[in-house]
């Protein structure tokens, strides 16, 4: 006998979950869905692809009557709800071992509704996951109150903010600079300008997170097959354990590098790098680079009693693939102290 899955709900008020022990996690999109939804599809840059050109490009992977026009949007708004859709295998770990279901918002939703971050969201989350895929032109950015509010929160004991801004491709005027990062990262449905994250960079901004999201790149294999090359790992640095049986991330076309903009030290921590792909061509590696900044940890630091992560988003996705490995980082995450 089949298992039926859950009814889903649309279009309702949040309900607060009681604290209970396990970690209550939201997810909070930081883009305004009917922007990125109704942008032509005749513009070249800076908009998601439609799902008419995700079928096409990745044939015949959503040949299926699940996906045809009678049951899910061709837009751009279908390829939003790939997104939505691709975080379902994490929201359900993390109510397995949290107890907690996992909230979703958004930052302008599909029926319109604006919800910015504040005590609606904050009271009762223990961890916020940030994931900044709004377009730079869309002008998202963190409200005064917002900030104050963060700061807030984040004088609570067991706190975590995760920041996920997404990469910034072509953010040059130099058209072959542009083609080369285009080539590098071999995905068809991304632009030659891509550039995402106006609302994360304006909370790094305020909250002193000494990072800026740049670039998008390929991640290197392991030699002699296509698996992502592991990851280059500071465990003794790791002292939340989110490392704990972490092997490797998600292997996806175009992560952006964290640029820290401070030196490391007690109050920043790389704690995991992922070495590019020294085989395609790009400025980042060309200047000598080999590894992008993968997963950065702040700890509590002054004021401030709570975490303060950055991973991409892509790594709660499953539009690229799963690994046990990436489980395992999902567990870390949702069961940390």
Known sequence: MSILRRARTYNQSHVARPHSGGRRISIYWTWSYPWESQRSSAEMYNRFSTMTEVRNALWPAYETPDYDAANFLQGV???????????????????????HPVAVFQRIDQAGYRLGIDERILDDTDTLMVFGLDHLPSGQEAATA????????????GTCLVLAPHHDVGFTDDLAQRQVEYEHHGDPLVPRRQRFGGYTRSLMAALDVPVRNIWGLRPAVAPGTGEIAPLTMSRDLDRLRLLDNVTTFNFHPHLPHYELTAPEGHELHVLGRQRVDPNR????????????????????AGARAGNIVLVDSTNFTTLFGGTESLRNFWHNLATMV
């Not at 279908?78 to 071992?97: D, I, K």
């Not at 917002?146 to 004991?157: C, G, H, S, V």
């Open 146 to 157: 917002e900030i104050a509010a963060l700061r807030a929160w984040l004088q609570r004991e």
């Open 281 to 300: 061509p790009h400025p980042f590696t060309a200047a000598g680079e080999t590894e992008l900044n993968a997963l950065i940890w702040m700890p509590p």
């Open 77 to 99: 708004a279908g390829t939003l709800e790939l997104f939505h859709r691709s975080t379902l295998a994490f929201q359900e770990l993390a109510e397995e071992v949290t107890g």
